[in-house]
């Protein structure tokens, strides 16, 4: 009875936990949202068009090599 008991109150607690969760996810969305949009790091690549010298592709080749190895450093951690 006790392991019932148990799972019922964890499973209720859980479930108010997770709607008051949701609740303010919602009322602070617009919030977030702005958030996340000015931390998200834009990368300046130039047009498809342009005239890129090799000098240029190759920098740019080294500075995305440089981002993808600080994301792989950090998701090791």
Not at 14 to 38: D, F, I, K, M, P
Not at 44 to 65: C, M
């Amino acid at each position: 009875m006790a392991f019932n008991r148990d799972f019922l109150m964890g499973f209720v607690s859980g479930t108010v936990v997770g709607a008051v969760g949701y609740r303010l996810y919602e009322q602070n969305n617009g919030q977030l949202r702005s958030l996340v949009q000015n931390n998200v790091p834009t990368l300046s690549f130039q047009s498809p068009k342009a005239d890129l010298t090799i000098e240029d592709l190759v920098s740019q080749k080294e500075r995305l090599e440089d981002l993808i190895a600080e994301k792989k450093a950090t998701a090791v951690r």
